[in-house]
């Protein structure tokens, strides 16, 4: 059956997300609003897509996705109709599922998840709160949605996406290091790449200590993961790196952050 989504905010993460569906659903029809509208544009040459104002996407939409920052889903949101039969889906930061529920009425029973610019290729996790019929339906099949129990822990999981652009500077600074020795800075980050992504792509994802089973693979004494760990370690880095996701966390426990 053709799904009706809606897009509010058109923006990094929206368009894989888009794209991702009209690659698994090609008869779906999807709306975005032209915000962002480099990207809206591109967005709309494709089959299926069609770009209108804020309010056209809702009229024509079964489910909503709300891709907007918080600031401007406060200023915005407040001017629509939405209708009840919708279901919403936020993957807005910095703003409580209570106060989305307020901006959308009388849409009810929102939910916040967590996507990444990879879900247009699939293995991207999920966390969602509430559990979402919705994002299994449309994601599930490609992406593991994960289901969290609290509200509160959804906070923490947008800190946790930060690690990605931290891991890729030590990538970066480890390749720029390389390439000083092979002369070649494509090779050396190729190599860095697949050499990361290899691993990691082997590695079971069932949650049963797999990261710690693989640190003590690393971990021969003398070796040489153990001697960069421990260098590391010694720094204090791992303490700064606690530090900051807590600093990120705050965000999310604090009214109105920006």
Known sequence: MPRKIGFLGTGRIAEPMVRSLLRRFPASRVVVSRRSESISGKLGGLPGVTVADNQTVLDHSETVFLCLLA????RELPELRFRSDQQVISVMADISLAEVAQLVAPSVDPVVTVPLPFIESGGCPLPVHP???SLEELFGDENPVISIGEESAMGPHFAAT???SHTMKQLDVTSHWLAQFTGSGEDAE???IALVSGYLGAMEKDG??????A????STEGGLNNQLRSHIADSGFYDVLVEGLDQLNQRFSTPNAE
């Open 71 to 74: 600031d401007v889903a406060r």
């Open 208 to 213: 049963k200590g797999r990261l710690r089973e």
């Open 162 to 164: 930060a690690i990605l």
């Open 215 to 218: 640190m003590e693979d690393l």
């Open 190 to 192: 190729r190599y860095m």
């Open 131 to 133: 559990a979402s019929a």
